[in-house]
T-cell receptor, first 114, second 111 residues
């Protein structure tokens, strides 16, 4: 069964460093998402991406975050200058066209900022 | 703004018991509701998706229902097994807006 794949599975970075989290969505999907889950808290929406542009973003997704689909298969989340509070599990997700379809999530990337 | 609540926050049951997990949402104008399973430190595995026009969906020992008018969904697990131990999340989806998640119910099935 097709799946969303994410790399790295775990990354430790120093505060202030840039981090890029990578995702390969399911190939025929058109909507792409990043969510995050701080330990013990709800899964929170960050950003959605459709037709090569951001379609919606949350208050969390400030200027230090950016997303890109550089080559038609990968979907990346960049955090320019990490803060301690960015430590979380980051999930990538994708969905086919149409509101009635399942959203599929990847296994997540654990980010630890020290 | 959509808010999703799940009760109970945690549940412990003996193996073999049937159980119900509850999910409520504040905005009934949803397109669908999706139930996920999350094992500790792992990703989100989609279990069932109920579209707004449907009242329930079944997959194996799992049955999910949806009552839009009351803003509720339930996940019924029949004949629970220790392997069912995980956190179960529900999430409401309205058109192309993002999924809104509940905090989950942490289920422990004791052998």
């Amino acid at each position: 069964e097709p799946e969303v794949t994410q790399t790295p599975s775990h990354q430790v970075t120093q505060m202030g460093q840039e981090v890029i989290l990578r995702c390969v969505p399911i190939s025929n999907h058109l909507y792409f998402y990043w969510y995050r889950q701080i330990l013990g808290q709800k899964v929170e929406f960050l950003v959605s991406f459709y037709n090569n542009e951001i379609s919606e973003k949350s208050e969390i997704f400030d200027d230090q975050f950016s997303v890109e689909r550089p080559d038609g298969s990968n979907f990346t989340l960049k955090i320019r200058s990490t803060k301690l509070e960015d430590s979380a599990m980051y999930f990538c997700a994708s969905k086919p066209q149409g509101p009635g379809n399942t959203i599929y999530f990847g296994e997540g990337s654990w980010l630890t900022v020290v | 703004k959509q808010e999703v609540t799940q009760i109970p926050a945690a549940l412990s049951v003996p193996e073999g018991e049937n159980l119900v997990l509850n999910c409520s949402f504040t905005d009934s104008a949803i397109y669908n509701l999706q139930w996920f399973r999350q094992d500790p430190g792992k990703g989100l595995t989609s279990l069932l998706l109920i579209q707004s026009s449907q009242r329930e969906q079944t997959s194996g020992r799992l049955n999910a229902s949806l009552d839009k008018s009351s803003g509720r969904s339930t996940l019924y697990i029949a004949a629970s097994q220790p392997g069912d131990s995980a956190t179960y999340l529900c999430a409401a989806y309205s058109g192309n807006t993002p999924l809104v998640f509940g905090k989950g119910t942490r289920l422990s099935v004791i052998a």
